[in-house]
Structures are given as C-alpha cells and as structure tokens.
C-alpha cells in the first residue's frame, strides 16, 4: 500500500491522461470530482503534454524546408518525425510523399532563369530516380504514379503537356495544404498516452512485431514461389535461344553447300521444346468444395485466396492450362451442380471479405477463354453477378473484381445479350455520369463493357433510347484525364453513330466541334481514331433493319483473350496470423489429392480478328488483352 501512496499522483495522471486521448470527456469529470472528494492528489493536465509543444516547430521546420526546396532537410526531419510504419503502410502518406519528391524534382526549374543545363539536372533528377528504383518501384502498377516515372527522361518538362501542371501555382498550393493537413493530423496522431506506451513496452509490441515478422515471411514465400517461376522461364527462354542460334548457323552453313535452308530451319524450330514445366500436386476438390460451404468465414476466405493464387502465379502454359482444367473437370465452382446450396452461394455471403474474395476468384476463371466457357455454362450466375453489381459499394474491391468479371463474359455473344436484354447499358451510362468515385480499374472496364455492349446491333438500339444521355456522357469521357479509356471510348462512339438518330443528336449538340477540339491533344493513334468518328458522323447511311440483325446471325464468338491482370491480386486484405496455413502451403498440406490431372495442351493463342489501329475498336476486347496483345 506504501508503494501506491508514492505514486499514486504519478498513475493518477496516467489514467486521466488517457482518458483524456480517448475523448471520454464525461468520465474525465466524473474521475476529477471522485479524486478531489476523496482529496486524492490529481495532477493538472498541462504538465502531461508537454510534448505537444515539439509538434509546431518540426511542422514550420518541414513546410520551411518545403518551400525553400531544400530536399536533404525535408526528407531528413521526415524520416525523423512520421513513423515508418504510417510512411510505409499508409495509402495517403505514400501518395504524399511520392509527390514531394515530384516537386523537389521539379523545383529547379520553377525557381532558375534560363534552361538548366544537363550536369544540373542529372544532379537535380538523381534523388528522384533512385527514389523511383527503390521505395517507389512498388508504385509503379499504380497509373496515377505511371506517367511520372518518365519524368527524369523529359528535357524540358514545363512544355510537356503531361508535366505542365506541375509548374502552376495552384499545383504547388494544393500539395503545400495536403502536407501541412497531413503534418497537423500525424504528429498530433504521435503524442501517444503513456499508459499506452506502458502497455506495449510490456510484451504487446512482441507480440505484434512477431506477426508482423510472420506476414512478412508469408508475404516473401508468395514473391519468392513467383520470383522462381520467372526465373526457371528466363532459363528456359536462354537455352531455347542457344538451341535456335546454333541451328540458324548450321542451317547457314547448309546453303553454303547448297542444301534447302528453309526446310532445315523449320525442321530446326519446330523441334525446340520448352523445358518442362512442374505439374502443382493434384487436390482433393470434394473436401476442398465442402469447406468452401460448411467452413467458417475465415477458412472460406483463405481457401479462395489460395485458389486464385494457384491459377493467377502458375507458369502460362501447360502449368496454368492444367490448374484450371483441373477446377474444371472437379467443377470447383458448382457450374454444373443442381444442389441447392453450391460454392457460388458465397457471392452472397454476409462477409464482405468472403464475398471479395469468390468475386476475385470468378474474375479470375473469366481472364482465361476456358474459364469463360465453363462460367457461362450455369445460367443463373450472370444474374448473380449483376445483383451483387447494383448492391456493393462502388469504392470496393468486391465490385471492382464483379465488374471485371462481366466485362470478360462481355466477349461471348450469348452473354452479351441477356447484359443489354436487363439493362446493362442503362447502368453503366448512369454510373460513368459521375466517375470521380471510380478507381481507375473500375472506369476502365467500366468503359470497355459499355464499348461491348454497343458493338451489338441491339446495343446500339438500347442507346438510341437515351440518345442525347449516352453522347453527352462519351463526350465528357473523351476529355478524362486517364488515358487508357480512349480507345474504348472511341469505339463506342464510332460504333452508336451508326444509328441515323444518334448521329441527329450528336450533331444538334455540336458533337464534330466537341471531336475536333481533342484532336489538338491527343497522338496520331487516336487523332486518326477521331477522323474516323468524324467520317461516321458526317455519313448518311440509312439504318437497313431488312438486314439480317447480327443477334440472329449464327456466328461463333471470338473469345481467344487469355490475360491474367496484375490487379486480380491487388489490395490483399487478408493475412495470415501466427501459426496459421495459407496460400499453396494451406493446398498441399490440407487438402492434398491423388495425382489424377494429365497436362494440357493449348490449342490456339491470340488468333482473334485484328483490325488497323488507326480505326475505333470494332470487335470486344478487354483492358488487359488491348494493352497486351492488341497493339503489338
């Protein structure tokens, strides 16, 4: 008791200063009357914070040194005073900090007359570049950060229309506000209790450093496994090309002494073989689908997530032909099942990660031409899919993935139809009215569907309805900031002129000045794109409904696009903890099979129909096979 009596002033203080963080504002009076009833000594609440006071000066130090472009101190004091874990782990502190760099970089020639020469700006540039090849490489999938990454290349940047921004006032005020918000909001954040700092010292912070230490172990086995693979592809790659070489030069000798060299060359290509590739151990798919409805939500979640990696990491090829053979032939997602509750039920699961996850899994499956084949084969997920379209928040990652989905089944004919038959045009038209709220994936394939959609005779039609909503909608898109819609864009535009009706609105709203305008701003590509539009506009072809319309024409669908985007394993939200099996390790030691899976041969790679660039997309395509394939 003797011990308490020597500090009680001291704990005393301690409780009232958390509460205090807490903003238990009502306890905190109640606490302070109870202590000067029973006369207990209560320290005032000045004497605790004194270390509040260390906040002013480090944030005027900070914007001084901001403003004064003295890069060394800046990032110096900012490394000293915002943790490594808000700097690291933060969205907002990385997004911040990537730009600061952006204009430290930029800064010399805001404030230099004359053109800097080479040496000074090899010098200013070389802070920025490493920081690019470091800290921020990770950045780079991001395409806000993308254009930036070309930054230390561009001679004179203040006439660059994409860097021009940079040297506006508004540009340098605006970042000046987020960073001194930012420094209000985190060193404040800082001032932790000492009761809290009390608790960690005392075991909680192991406690945390060693999950920490554990997810960045299961974190480094995942890259390690996908490091490997490209690794053993590269090898592959070099004896193949060693064999080639060799036989290039022997059949070079061959016409020397006058034997057919064309016939030994394709004799010589055709026996390079690609290494082999590792078959992944054959699973046990019936206790696998049966966890993937009775487990509980967590296990749910994993088995999705180590699902998706296994198709979304294997080797392209024979390797992931076989992994997604091997969930077909097993009919991993109930496709063909006609029990009432199947593994598709966990789109509407009350867990928003479980959701996320079999929308994550089922975008997958739709990245694959086979998948696609064996999705549309059950006639109720379309309409599951479309609900859980119009019931997920916009801003998640479970909508993000449903949407890439559909624009993937976007590509068959069949499922086409009955998208434009519920009124997907509708929708989407809606949504891109407003697409300050949509990450760049969701505008993308949000687009690029809407472009699908209206390459179908019925599409169009669905458009002519809503003329004057739908043109004005395109034309604000034309002018977006991300660039990667344009060609979906265009494509769609091209695509609904042809209706005399549309082309009536479009012209009453002025739509060729509105065309002609973006032909200033933009590369040949879609300059030549544009004139095409121009063309369609201007033409005065009837529309012809005694055509045979291409929604009754029996023609086969071109869906060859196999292109597994890095954004599928984007924004993981669930880790595992200490102790716990995830990814190929939670496969293969849970739910081993017996070896029944044969490897697969693929039949056909990118033999789609493909048109001249310099024309508005005519035939589907997604994002990620346009980027990849199509303008090769």
């Known amino acids: 008791m003797g011990d308490v009596l020597a500090y009680e002033a001291e704990l005393l203080g301690l409780v009232r200063e958390y509460l205090d963080f807490a903003e238990f504002e009502e306890t905190v009076k109640v606490f302070t009357k109870e202590c000067k009833i029973k006369g207990k000594p209560l320290p005032k609440p000045g004497s605790v914070s004194s270390r509040d006071s260390n906040a002013l000066p480090v944030q005027k130090d900070l914007l001084t040194a901001f403003e004064n472009g003295e890069q060394e101190v800046f990032f110096q004091l900012w490394e000293d005073h915002i943790s490594s874990s808000v700097r690291d782990n933060e969205p907002v502190a990385q997004k911040l900090e990537f730009y600061l760099h952006v204009y430290f970089a930029v800064y010399l020639f805001k404030h230099t007359t004359g053109k800097p020469n080479k040496a000074e700006l090899e010098e200013r540039f070389s802070p920025f570049k490493t920081y690019l090849e470091t800290k921020a490489a990770a950045l780079s999938q991001n395409t806000e950060f993308l254009p930036f990454y070309a930054l230390p290349f561009v001679m004179n940047p203040m006439v660059h229309p994409s860097f021009k921004e940079l040297f506006q006032d508004s540009w340098t005020l605006d970042l000046r506000t987020r960073l001194e918000k930012f420094l209000c909001l985190t060193l404040k954040a800082r001032q932790t209790p000492r009761l809290l700092t009390l608790f960690k010292e005392n075991g909680q912070c192991n406690k945390e450093m060693l999950q920490h230490l554990h997810q960045q172990l299961v974190e480094s086995e995942h890259r390690t496994m996908t490091y490997l693979k490209r690794f053993n592809k590269m090898q592959a790659d070099y004896r193949n090309l060693i064999g080639v070489t060799a036989e290039l030069v022997d059949s070079l000798e061959a016409t020397v002494n006058g034997k057919m060299a064309s016939t030994m060359l394709r004799a010589s290509l055709a026996s390079v073989k690609l290494q082999d590739v590792p078959l992944l151990p054959s699973l046990d798919y019936e206790k696998l689908k049966k966890d993937l409805i009775a487990g509980n939500d967590r296990l749910k979640a994993f088995l999705l997530q180590a699902l998706r990696w296994r198709l979304t990491t294997s080797y392209p090829g024979e390797q992931r032909d076989t992994v997604l053979q091997a969930y077909i032939s097993n009919d991993l997602l109930d496709c063909h099942s006609n029990c009432q509750k199947t593994v598709l039920i966990l789109l509407h699961s009350k867990s928003e990660v479980v959701r996320q996850y079999m929308a994550r899994l089922i975008n997958a499956f739709a990245s694959m031409a086979e998948g696609r084949v064996y999705l549309s084969q059950n006639p109720t997920l379309l309409q599951m899919l479309e609900e859980r379209l119009k019931a997920e928040d916009k801003d998640s990652l479970t909508w993000e993935n449903v949407l890439g989905a559909l624009q993937k089944f976007s590509l068959r004919r069949a499922l086409q139809s009955t998208m434009i038959k519920d009124g997907l045009i509708y929708w989407l038209v809606d949504i891109l ?159 081993l099979g017996i070896m029944t899976h044969t490897p697969k041969t693929k039949k056909k790679l990118f033999c789609g129909v493909h048109q001249s660039i310099d024309e508005p997309l005519q035939r589907p395509v997604t994002p990620g096979y346009h980027r990849t394939v199509y303008l090769m």
């Open 433 to 591: 009215t407003d697409t300050d709220c949509l990450s760049d994936y969701t505008l993308e394939y949000s687009v690029a569907l809407l472009m699908n959609l209206c390459l179908r005779r019925a599409g169009k039609k669905m458009c002519a309805r809503i003329a004057n909503h739908v043109l004005k909608v395109l034309s604000d898109l034309l002018g977006h900031e991300n660039h990667e819609i344009q060609p979906y864009v265009n494509g769609a535009l091209y695509s609904i002129l042809d209706i005399p009706s549309i082309r009536e609105e479009a012209r009453a709203m002025g739509m060729e000045e509105i065309l002609r305008c973006f032909i200033k701003e933009r590369n040949a590509e879609m300059i030549r794109q544009i004139e095409f539009i121009i063309k369609q506009l201007n033409s005065e072809e009837p529309l012809n409904d005694s055509i045979i319309s291409d929604d009754e024409e029996e023609e086969e669908d071109v869906d060859d696009h196999d292109i597994m985007e890095a954004d599928l394993n984007r924004g993981e939200v669930l880790q595992p903890q200490l102790g716990e099996l995830a990814g190929e390790k939670l496969l293969t030691t849970e739910y």
